[in-house]
């Protein structure tokens, strides 16, 4: 509970002082279970629950994950540099992420609204992936893996650290997959190879990164390109034909924080960032090559102020700029040419927000926040957050916490219009989507190596925007849904001296429409978690074990079942000197399970992976 994050608030607090009910995960959490993506670690978390589509892997918290939604109703960051896109909104989470899972030192998971601080996108929550510093490295560092279905992963990096915080980290990684053939029954004619998608479930990724910092001074660059089949036909895509997307994201991030007195710190983040997508694929009789993508280059700053002159008060005043130069989307046929979509946009956003920490008596501490934005696409939007924290004890917290958010339309939701069978029509007039929120958390220190955390929440959302199929048979985006969630999460952490650590959470929540009560798709009434990591002979080895279970799930017609998965990691730093090996075999079981499509396909549920192996050597020089 003591343990220090910036996320919630922009300045460094204790999880048990933050206004939100905090998760973190460390670099060693992502060790000892075998975690490959971002997706793999934010599945263990109270609350949240992931879908994979075998093409993109969404998020889901507290009984929301919409169909045909982007995970844009999470706000994702890189070292506090917001990552969603500009087209899509889009926070990548697979092996879409643009950072390789070893260079990260922490994982913060602030859940709940976050517009307060970081304006649109925060509807659900706020994921901040902080990096590794040089000196976590220390030195060359050389990783391997092979797997199973093909899959090969290879990194090599480099960390330094001087003098005066002078520090250094560059890292090259790459994966591929092969892959399996995958039986979809929807598709099982002779004509469609018997349902049978042969050879088209592979991934591929590269990715670099690079971080200088100098006292106050950092500047960190990464590139990120991966490139996977499509083996599920969406968009009534032919069937067991070739058809991949690629995605690529580019960024450069410089921040400087400098003490202008020992009561007034000024903190700026200047960054740029490109994310290009394209997707081919074969379409119609006779078939068609058509070739989809996008182009976004967005840039910004932001400047904030901290204040802690005013007795019993931390203030922090800030202002943010965004401009989204291109939010341009194109789709055309390849051969014969014909172009059919060729839209250019640009948009503008600035942001003023205010924080203050009050410490009142009686051991009460508030926390009111206040955001203004101002968008091209959607006008004015006001965002406050209020957190009333009390400390009867040192070993208990009680938050009681408010708040309201906003997500904009993205340009995909306003302009994508492809006519046609499969096509979509753009909703320019689609307005903001808002969620007002309210908290109460409880944590209990259970000594100095334990604690126990109780939230009850209540989120009431409006003018949802949501992928509906039009009479004339196309899809678009439209306002049109309210929905309520209520539910209540248990949680608790414990660490056994210095060598084993349990990690246990239950989600109890259900989300309905707010005009028909009905339950929401892809909504799970139960989630259930457990993580245990233990040594073994006599420290020589450690085992990561977890579990994780959902019940079941509406889809757009039936729905999946609910399933328990268990993942088991094995590794030791004493097998091969500077080395470290591990072992690890991912749904143990071989649970055949799947997840809801969205409405864009023929398939009503996605099967999900069966059981895989991997085996991973990590070098130090």
Not at 32 to 57: E, H, K, M, N
Not at 108 to 137: Q, R
């Amino acid at each position: 509970m003591q343990v220090k994050v910036r996320t919630a608030s922009l300045f460094s607090q204790s999880v048990a002082d933050a206004p939100a009910a905090v998760v973190v995960l460390t670099a060693k959490d992502i060790q000892a279970f075998g975690w490959r993506t971002l997706a793999d670690a934010l599945g263990s978390l109270p609350g949240v629950y992931t879908t994979y589509d075998r093409t993109y892997s969404y998020l889901g918290a507290r009984g929301f994950q919409r169909p045909g939604d982007y995970n844009s109703r999470f706000l994702l960051l890189i070292d506090g540099m917001r990552v969603n896109d500009s087209v899509f909104d889009q926070a990548p989470i697979g092996d879409d992420f643009p950072l390789d899972m070893d260079l990260v030192e922490r994982i913060e998971y602030v859940p709940g609204p976050g517009s307060a601080i970081y304006g649109s996108n925060a509807l659900f929550g706020v994921i901040n992936v902080v990096t590794k510093k040089g000196s976590d490295v220390n030195g060359a560092q050389a990783a391997a893996s092979v797997g199973s279905f093909g899959e090969k992963r290879a990194r090599a990096t480099y960390g330094w650290h001087g003098e005066r915080g002078a520090d250094l980290v560059l890292s090259a990684s790459s994966y591929v997959r092969n892959g399996q053939d995958l039986y979809y029954p929807e598709f099982a004619t002779p004509d469609q190879n018997n349902g049978i998608a042969q050879g088209l479930d592979y991934d591929r990724a590269q990715q670099l990164f690079a971080k200088f910092a100098y006292e106050g001074f950092r500047i960190s660059a990464g590139y990120g390109n991966r490139t996977k089949g499509v083996p599920t036909a969406p968009y009534q895509a032919l069937f067991n034909a070739p058809q991949s997307t690629t995605d690529t994201h580019s960024f450069i991030d410089a921040t400087y924080s400098h003490a202008i007195a020992s009561e007034l710190e000024i903190a700026s983040e200047v960054y740029w960032e490109r994310y290009d997508y394209h997707s081919v694929g074969l379409f119609g009789a006779p078939p068609l090559a058509n070739f989809d993508g996008d182009k976004a280059i967005w840039y910004g700053a932001d400047v904030h102020a901290t204040l802690t002159s005013v007795p019993r008060n931390k203030l922090v005043f800030g202002v943010s700029a965004m401009r989204d130069a291109r939010r341009n989307q194109f789709n055309y046929n390849i051969d014969p040419y014909q172009q059919i979509l060729d839209d250019r946009r640009s948009s503008n956003s600035i942001g003023v927000y205010a924080e203050d920490e009050i410490q009142l008596p009686w051991r009460f501490t508030l926390n009111a926040g206040l955001r203004v934005d101002r968008e091209s696409a959607s006008g004015t939007n006001v965002s406050p957050r209020l957190a009333l924290n009390y400390k009867p004890t040192d070993a208990d917290t009680f938050k009681l916490l408010y708040g309201q958010a906003y997500r904009a339309p993205n340009a995909y939701e306003l302009y994508y219009t492809i006519l046609g069978a499969g096509g979509q029509l753009g909703n320019p007039s689609l307005k903001p989507e808002r969620i007002t929120t309210t908290e109460f958390v409880y944590d209990r220190a259970l000594g100095e190596n334990a604690h126990a955390t109780v939230s009850l929440f209540h989120y009431d959302a409006r003018d949802l925007i949501t992928e509906t199929l039009d009479p004339s048979g196309l899809y678009v985006f439209d306002n049109v849904a309210r929905a309520e969630a209520r539910g209540i999460e248990l949680a608790y952490e414990q660490h056994i001296a210095s060598f084993a650590t349990i990690r246990a959470s239950y989600s109890w929540q259900i989300a309905r429409d707010g005009e028909t009560g009905a339950v929401l798709q892809n909504s799970p009434r139960h989630l259930g978690k457990l993580n245990v990591t233990v040594p073994l002979f006599h420290h020589a080895a450690r085992l990561g074990a977890e579990v994780r279970c959902e019940s079941a799930r509406l889809a757009e017609a039936g729905s999946a079942a609910g399933f328990c998965l268990g993942n088991v990691t094995i590794g030791s730093e004493r097998l091969i000197p500077h080395a470290d090996v591990s072992f690890s075999v991912y749904n143990v079981t071989d649970k055949r399970y799947a997840d809801p499509a969205g409405p864009n396909f023929t398939q009503n549920v996605i099967p999900q992976q069966s059981r895989t192996l991997l085996l991973k050597l990590v070098y130090g020089f």
